[in-house]
Nanobody
Framework: QVLLVESGGGLVQAGGSLRLSCAAS?????MGWFQQAPGKEREFVEA????????DYADSVKGRFTSSRDNAKNTVYLEMNSLKPEDTAVYYC???????????????WGQGTQVTVSS
């Protein structure tokens, strides 16, 4: 069992920045970030491996969002820049042995943190 706790969400104006954190009680091979806006399906944002392999981003966030990790703290971060109103959603971190962009591939989920971008 891996417990994930997100933090760092909030309200920001368009063009602003936020950094999300996800602290994990254990480690799997891959960590991912997903977003879910009201009335929409949970969508892939980013996935990376603890081992430092390639990081994948959704096209909608490429060039604006950057992930990083602190292996010693078992914590991953999502730096979100140039935020847009359409980025408004609950953001979840997730842990998986397999990685990828499909939510079904992830075994553990955090409780989510709200990000609201005002225009």
């Amino acid at each position: 069992q891996v417990l994930l706790v997100e933090s760092g969400g909030g309200l920001v104006q368009a063009g602003g920045s936020l950094r999300l954190s996800c602290a994990a009680s254990g480690r799997t091979f891959f960590m991912g970030w997903f977003q879910q806006a009201p009335g929409k399906e949970r969508e892939f944002v980013e996935a990376t491996s603890w081992g430092g392999g390639s990081t994948d981003y959704a096209d909608s966030v490429k060039g604006r969002f950057t992930s990083s990790r602190d292996n010693a703290k078992n914590t991953v971060y999502l730096e979100m820049n140039s935020l847009k109103p359409e980025d408004t959603a609950v953001y979840y971190c997730a842990a998986s042995g397999g990685g990828g962009s499909a939510p079904q591939r992830y075994d553990y989920w955090g409780q989510g943190t709200q990000v609201t971008v005002s225009s």
